[in-house]
């Protein structure tokens, strides 16, 4: 039988790289994670300001009508 060995010893810069790549990586993944977080964050903001101005000129819009229609009456009899 003849067979060639394979050398499956991890080498010495492997095992050096190996904590130097996963703090990396787990500290991107961090990042990753909070950069996420702050554009939920803006995106909830910018949400509720466009809520917060629709609610507001519905409002207005609706205090102007009654406004306009209660005048309505009073002016028909003046006439």
């Known amino acids: 039988m003849t067979g060639t060995a394979r050398d ?3 080498g010495v ?4 790289a190996l904590p130097i790549v996963c703090c990396v990586g787990l500290s991107l993944l961090v990042v990753a ?3 996420v977080a702050a554009v939920a964050w803006i995106g ?4 509720g300001m466009v809520a917060l101005a629709v609610a507001v000129i519905l409002v207005a819009v609706r205090a102007r009508r009654r ?3 209660s005048r309505a ?7």
């Open 44 to 47: 909830g903001l910018a949400l």
């Open 13 to 16: 810069g492997a095992l050096i």
């Open 73 to 79: 009456p009073q002016e028909r009899r003046n006439r």
């Open 67 to 69: 406004g306009a229609a």
């Open 8 to 10: 499956t010893r991890l």
């Open 33 to 35: 994670g909070l950069g």
